[in-house]
């Protein structure tokens, strides 16, 4: 029994020693908070989600001023679906495999949305 107990703590520490021989140890430190912020983001996109109905209207207007109520619910239901595939996309998703990839990009940004709703010109 006294064997068992020394081999698992003997594999428990040198399980942890693996990290000693990483390139970027000094790295894995922001990781976290790299992680924390595109949860937020995440996090901020769905609480913020409605704000669409008001900021595309007035984008749409702007852009188009004789053909707005044509091109605003389309438009707005597109911008709402991605926003809210993104913050999903953000929380679940990208803080795994933004480790590997080193890409943190939302899924906006590739629709030529902002990161956030309020961020439209």
Known sequence: MEKKITWILLGVFLFGASGLFEPEAAGNESALKEIASIEKRGFVNFLTSPSELVYTFATEKKDHPKAWPLT?????????????????????????????????????????LPDYAWQKE
């Open 72 to 112: 605003y619910v389309p438009r707005f239901f597109t911008n709402i679906a991605t926003r809210v595939g993104s913050s999903v996309f953000d929380i679940a998703v990208l803080p795994w495999y933004v480790r590997q990839s080193k890409d943190d990009t939302p899924l906006t940004r590739r629709f030529d």
